[in-house]
């Protein structure tokens, strides 16, 4: 694995944790996160500086951290600690269900 996306993991692993500390301190309610995250991937998928020829798995490769973040936040307020690669397959199954 490039070492890149390892220290990425880690980088999504501790911006969840940060998500998480502001929710559970009532800086953020649960829903009013997952609206940020979403408009945030909206706006990544509807960017309309991006070039044409990209293909829709770039895309999803853009859109990973966002629904990385969303899935981990999702499961955390169901009392689930999920591991990184569970989770990051997850996305993967769901990509834009939402």
């Known amino acids: 694995m490039n070492t890149a ?3 990425l993991e880690g980088l999504y692993v501790v911006i969840s944790a940060l998500l998480v500390a502001l929710r559970e301190k009532g800086v953020f309610e649960e829903g009013e996160i997952d ?6 991937e909206s706006a990544l998928v509807a960017d309309p500086n991006r070039p044409a020829e990209l293909r829709g798995a770039n895309v999803d490769a853009i859109c990973f ?3 990385f973040l969303r899935q981990e936040l999702q499961a955390s307020s ?3 600690s999920q591991s990184f690669a569970h989770l990051a397959s997850r996305v993967g199954q769901v990509k834009r269900e939402r």
């Not at 609206?35 to 945030?40: I, N, V, W």
């Open 5 to 7: 996306n390892l220290q």
């Open 35 to 40: 609206r940020l995250l979403a408009e945030a």
């Open 65 to 67: 951290p966002v629904r």
């Open 78 to 80: 169901e009392g689930r």
